[in-house]
């Protein structure tokens, strides 16, 4: 059969490694799979040559008090900053990054912690009779672990096809808010630039913000941000370009976001890459912190599809799943 964990977590994003972090602390066996090569999920960071990138979230607030606890100690230890604040309100809002990527603040929730990277989850099957019931882990190498509870953290179309594989019995009621669930995708694209960008301090901006037309809506400078040494931009498309692109050849959609951010950029593109985020931002999402599939043994899906589409909403999520795990173990 394997190994076997009081919780199996399927995603090293802020909201897994959130709830792994907080079930760790009560003395629970928990093990957290990823299938990308690094932890941070969305919160990602890429090299080019001698350039990097912070090609996913591009910066985070923070509102509630405690998760606004949460982000302090990442500043006391280094693993987070402020970046700028906005134009409104009395002083303007923080707007915290990671330092010196935004990968640092998944590697502070991380460390410690049982992280198997680079194995994809097939499916979740119920196994066991009522009194002694549990979940069976399945990975696409076939391998299998057994688990007391399972928190799902990957976008939700994901999720449900692992609880199909399994062919879990999701209520009705259940399916339908899962399901009511909607994202954005975003293109990104990394530049790498022979000399200095024209975009002013402190090196972030949305370029036409009035304009639903235009086809980007954020463009970095990740030398400015204190990321990379050399000068790298990281682009990201308008929620409507990214969709009525993803199937365009990669050449044409990047020669058309280097040419729409050409004023910003003020030198030329010596090498660029593309990635593209399909699920990149929730943009109909639950009120709620996780939704409970299953209640004995506890099945939770959490991420940032609930709350909203704010790394801080997965933290509160994760905090809200680990929280279920937490009553029924």
């Given at each position: 059969m394997g190994e076997a964990f009081d919780v199996l977590i399927v995603g090293a994003g802020m909201s897994g490694l959130t709830a792994a972090r907080g079930l760790a602390a009560t003395g629970r066996s928990v093990r957290?799979?990823?299938?990308?090569?690094?932890?941070?999920?969305?919160?990602?960071?890429?090299?080019?040559?001698d350039a990097t990138f912070d090609h996913g979230a591009q910066f985070f607030t923070a509102r509630d008090p405690r998760f606004l606890a949460l982000v302090e100690q990442w500043v006391a230890e280094g693993a987070a900053s402020e970046?700028?604040?906005?134009?409104?309100?009395?002083?303007?809002?923080?707007?915290?990054?990671?330092?010196?990527?935004?990968?640092?603040?998944?590697?502070?929730?991380?460390?410690?912690?049982?992280?198997?990277?680079?194995?994809?989850?097939?499916?979740?099957?119920?196994?066991?009779?009522?009194?002694?019931?549990?979940?069976?882990?399945?990975?696409?190498?076939?391998?299998?672990?057994?688990?007391?509870?399972?928190?799902?953290?990957?976008?939700?179309?994901?999720?449900?096809?692992i609880l199909r594989s399994g062919e879990v019995v999701i209520e009705s009621q259940t399916r339908s808010l899962l399901e009511s669930v909607e994202y954005a995708p975003c293109i990104a694209i990394m530049a790498v630039l022979n000399g200095p960008s024209r975009i002013d301090p402190p090196g972030g901006i949305a370029p036409k913000p009035d304009d639903p037309a235009f086809p980007i809506s954020w463009i970095s400078d990740n030398r400015q941000k204190g990321v990379s040494n050399v000068a790298a931009i990281t682009i990201h498309a308008s929620a409507a370009f990214?969709?009525?692109?993803?199937?365009?050849?990669?050449?044409?959609?990047?020669?058309?976001?280097?040419?729409?951010?050409?004023?910003?950029?003020?030198?030329?593109?010596?090498?660029?890459?593309?990635?593209?985020?399909?699920?990149?931002?929730?943009?109909?999402?639950?009120?709620?912190?996780?939704?409970?599939v299953c209640a004995s043994p506890a099945l939770v899906v959490a991420g940032d599809a609930c709350l909203g589409a704010r790394l801080e909403a997965a933290?509160?999520?994760?905090?809200?799943?680990?929280?279920?795990?937490?009553?029924?173990l």
């Open positions: 957290v799979v990823d299938k990308g090569r690094g932890v941070g999920g969305r919160v990602a960071t890429r090299r080019i040559s970046w700028f604040r906005s134009s409104s309100g009395s002083g303007g809002n923080p707007r915290y990054r990671g330092t010196p990527t935004m990968t640092s603040i998944a590697k502070a929730l991380s460390a410690g912690l049982d992280v198997v990277l680079s194995t994809r989850v097939e499916s979740v099957r119920r196994v066991g009779d009522t009194d002694r019931a549990a979940w069976r882990v399945r990975f696409a190498d076939a391998t299998e672990v057994e688990a007391g509870s399972v928190i799902l953290t990957p976008p939700v179309p994901q999720s449900l096809e990214s969709r009525e692109n993803l199937q365009r050849d990669p050449k044409d959609v990047a020669d058309a976001l280097l040419s729409a951010a050409s004023p910003w950029l003020g030198s030329d593109a010596i090498e660029h890459q593309l990635h593209v985020w399909r699920y990149a931002r929730p943009t109909r999402f639950l009120d709620v912190g996780c939704v409970t933290v509160l999520s994760g905090w809200a799943a680990a929280s279920v795990c937490t009553t029924s």
